[in-house]
């Protein structure tokens, strides 16, 4: 993470930060760590959601205000909960995530507190021709994902297309929809997460540096795949394709542990399969 891109607890001065995450990818060493008093996760891969509850359980301040964030890794391939098929098993673990969430949701609401739910990806099931993953499409299904606030009984749902966690600050600030710190903007741009020719067709390199950018807006999006250029789908604003431009590069891990740690979930190199 840039240093010019501010965390989460740089918005809540005066507040105790506490950071309880389920997976390696969305710990310290990338960069996420920064600003929280307390930032607790795995050394490397990752571990069950409800170790994360019950350490947040354990720090929540009752002194003064705070700012909590929890995550959980659940549901994620490969999945591991109960049925006969992967879409069985994905909504198995769906639900376990929601009964590890519940002591904690039940703390938060006998505080009053205001929580907003969001995740960082879709997944594809049977949806493309590349299921049971994230990191090789930039579709709707990965995409589109929950963001609400719940606050005393009421819960607003922010259902544009073209927001994203960039506007949580604002929802746990209490900002109501369409006021200007939460306004859907005219163009939001995407990255997928590697290449594998078999799933972007055309796509080159494989792995990290092969991924696709897209800039989506109301008529379409504009896509950049490396190894096949640039192209429109739909009919997107003209003026948008050199958003494409603006989008800041992203290195790739930057050493032999990273690659590994990567490596072991499945997001840099084609075809391979995730491990717990």
């Not at 990338?30 to 600003?35: L, N, P, Q, S, Y």
């Not at 995740?119 to 609400?148: K, M, N, W, Y």
């Not at 949580?168 to 006021?179: E, K, M, N, S």
Request: charged fraction near 25%; proline fraction near 8%; aromatic fraction near 6%.
């Amino acid at each position: 993470l840039r240093q010019d891109v501010p965390t989460l607890p740089e918005s809540f001065a005066g507040f105790r930060a506490g950071a309880f995450v389920s997976a390696w990818p969305a710990g310290p060493e990338g960069g996420m760590g920064r600003g929280w008093e307390i930032f607790d996760g795995p050394a490397s891969s990752e571990r069950p959601g409800d170790v994360a509850v019950r350490r947040a359980l354990a720090w929540l301040p009752t002194d003064g205000p705070a700012l909590l964030w929890v995550h959980l890794y659940e549901p994620h391939g490969p999945y591991v909960g109960e049925g006969g098929t992967d879409v069985e098993r994905y909504a198995s673990e769906v639900a376990r995530a929601d009964a590890m969430l519940a002591p904690l949701l039940k703390e938060l609401r006998r505080r009053q507190a205001r929580i907003v739910v969001a995740a960082d990806h879709g997944e594809i099931l049977l949806e493309e021709r590349c299921g049971r993953q994230h990191e090789r499409s930039t579709s709707d299904h990965v995409l589109h994902v929950p963001l609400f606030r719940w606050e005393g009984g009421g819960v607003a749902v922010v259902r544009d297309d073209r927001v994203g966690l960039t506007e949580v600050p604002a929802l746990l600030h209490g900002v109501a929809w369409g006021q200007a710190e939460l306004m859907a903007r005219d163009a939001w741009a995407a990255e997928s997460g590697m290449c594998e020719p078999g799933c972007a067709i055309g796509c080159a390199p494989t792995g990290l540096q092969g991924r696709d950018r897209v800039v989506i807006d109301d008529g379409g999006r504009w896509v950049h795949r490396p190894g096949s250029g640039v192209f429109a789908e739909g009919a997107p604003d003209p003026a948008h394709r050199a958003l494409l431009e603006a989008i800041p590069p992203l290195a790739a891990p930057g050493g032999a542990t990273n690659a590994e740690a990567l490596e072991l979930l499945g997001y840099t190199v084609p075809g391979a399969p995730e491990a717990r």
